[in-house]
């Protein structure tokens, strides 16, 4: 470390929750202005994707103007191991993502950023967290949307006791398994699950639910969250079952499901 200068710090900054969408939600409205001041300002980053940083920053700058031209910001992004496959592949050795922060050690501040949300939660970033641990530099993260969040505040499912797992298996034998194992530790413990889906996939997985599920359990979907057609609904398998076009409740947009006791 340069001995004049102090060590940067590292901001976890989250964006919207509209990465790919044809129609983008106004800056403003998902996002405090303290925290598109911080973006605006930071010129290091580590990134999930350069482009749709690079996308991001010029929305920022619509709203408060950058402290240089994008074109001069140092982006680099995780490598693709850990972008694809995230910062636990238990099949992968442990990335050390130290290297990635030479310049907080040259005393600048750096910004963890990925597509949507927030870094690190759901998404690749908890790596380059524990390495700023490691090196003894502060970490902040900034306040935006987080969709697990957002969807058991919305959901109400338990949330004083809850888990997120991630994705599950894409093959309906395997996806019905692990619902059904996911709903068994629910129905004991108390304990929400949540999980996500793509876009493409979210039928599919509404409809492996409502097939395997006890109709008392509460089945909770929200989509689009924090966009103009956000959707959330939340009840039994049972009402869902009853619904004349149940797979139509859901939209074609990132979902977070929720299972527990109704």
Request: aromatic residues 4%; charged residues 15%.
């Amino acid at each position: 470390m340069n001995a004049d200068r102090a060590a940067g710090t590292l901001y976890l900054v989250p964006t919207p929750l509209d990465h790919g969408l044809a129609s983008l939600t106004p800056l403003e409205d998902v996002l405090p202005l303290g925290t598109i001041r911080v973006a605006a300002r930071l010129t290091h980053w580590v990134a999930e994707n350069a482009k749709a940083t690079r996308a991001f920053l010029a929305r920022v700058h619509a709203v408060a103007p950058l402290s240089q031209a994008v074109q001069s910001h140092h982006i680099v992004e995780l490598p693709r191991q850990v972008h694809k496959k995230g910062d636990h592949d238990a099949s992968a050795p442990a990335f050390d993502a130290r290297d990635l922060l030479a310049p907080l050690l040259q005393g600048h501040d750096l910004g963890l950023i990925s597509e949507a949300g927030m870094p690190a939660i759901a998404d690749p970033g908890s790596s380059v967290v524990r390495a700023a641990h490691a090196l003894g530099v502060g970490v902040v993260p900034l306040v935006g949307p987080v969709s697990i969040l957002l969807a058991l505040a919305a959901s109400g499912l338990n949330g004083q006791n809850f888990a997120f797992v991630g994705y599950l298996p894409q093959h309906d034998d395997e996806r019905v398994q692990r619902l059904r194992a996911l709903e068994a530790l629910a129905l004991k413990s108390g304990q929400t699950q949540l999980f996500i889906e793509t876009p493409y996939r979210n039928a599919a997985l509404l409809r492996s639910a409502l097939a395997s599920l006890n109709a008392s359990t509460r089945l909770a979907v929200c989509s689009g969250l924090t966009l103009a057609g956000a959707r959330t609904a939340s009840r039994s398998v049972g009402q869902w079952r009853a619904l004349p076009n149940a797979l139509g409740a859901i939209a074609k947009a990132p979902a977070v499901f929720g299972i527990g006791p109704n």
